[in-house]
């Protein structure tokens, strides 16, 4: 099985003013899909082009092979990613918004603290909401292709914090971008149905 650029869950205009057309296509078109070559690639060098992309996250985590891992997660986190987002308002419901007051006292204080951690991150990376093995919601954020995949915690939202996320629409002001994503395009839905379902998402094949 051959990894394959996904499409976008949503037209490359649909979640302006917060993240252009511009940016979706050269972050999707040219960042994602060369992780997507890279990766293939990679894998066919090692006899591994049949695996699922999560096989091969967790092999090259597993066996310290950093070259695959850096492409293989980034394909994946990337994949998270656009779905994390999201053209429509949404907002915690369910189980999730009852976890989030038990553990974080309020929807508005996740918010501030994953703004924080997604600003504060220094240097390229993920800042995510994930469910820790005290099956408690936490907030965390890896560098460059870090991503909970390969430990025990279950990843229900992610915000892309590499400057090309943002960089075309926002310069260098990860705030803005940050907190305009936190405002208006994050996908809580999706946070609630990776929550539900107990497993990590799986990259679409």
């Known amino acids: 099985m051959t990894i394959s650029l996904m499409n976008l869950p949503y037209p490359h205009n649909a979640l302006e003013p917060v993240i252009s057309a511009a940016t979706l296509e050269v972050h999707h078109g040219k960042h994602h899909?060369?992780?997507?070559?890279k990766t293939n690639a990679l894998a066919a060098e090692k006899g591994m082009e049949g695996s699922s992309l999560e096989t091969l996250v967790r092999w090259a985590a597993s066996n310290q092979d950093r070259g695959l891992f850096n492409q293989a997660a980034q394909v994946w986190n990337h994949g998270f990613y656009w779905f994390s987002l999201s053209p429509d308002r949404t907002s915690p419901a369910g189980d999730l918004q009852t976890r989030i007051n038990t553990d974080f006292g309020s929807a508005e204080q996740l918010i501030a603290k994953l703004a924080e951690a997604a600003v504060g991150h220094f240097a390229s990376g993920w800042a995510w909401l994930v469910l820790g093995e005290?099956?408690?919601?936490?907030?965390?954020?890896?560098?460059?292709?870090?991503?909970?995949?390969?430990?025990n915690r279950l990843p229900l939202l992610t915000i892309d914090v590499w400057e090309h996320a943002y960089y075309l629409d926002r310069k260098n002001d990860r705030k803005a971008y940050v907190e305009a994503v936190l405002e208006r395009t994050l996908n809580w839905d999706?946070?609630?149905a990776n929550l539900v379902r107990k497993e990590a998402w799986t990259y679409p094949a």
């Open 134 to 151: 005290d099956d408690k919601l936490a907030i965390e954020t890896t560098n460059d292709a870090g991503t909970p995949l390969v430990s």
């Open 33 to 37: 899909q060369a992780y997507v070559t």
């Open 190 to 192: 999706f946070a609630l």
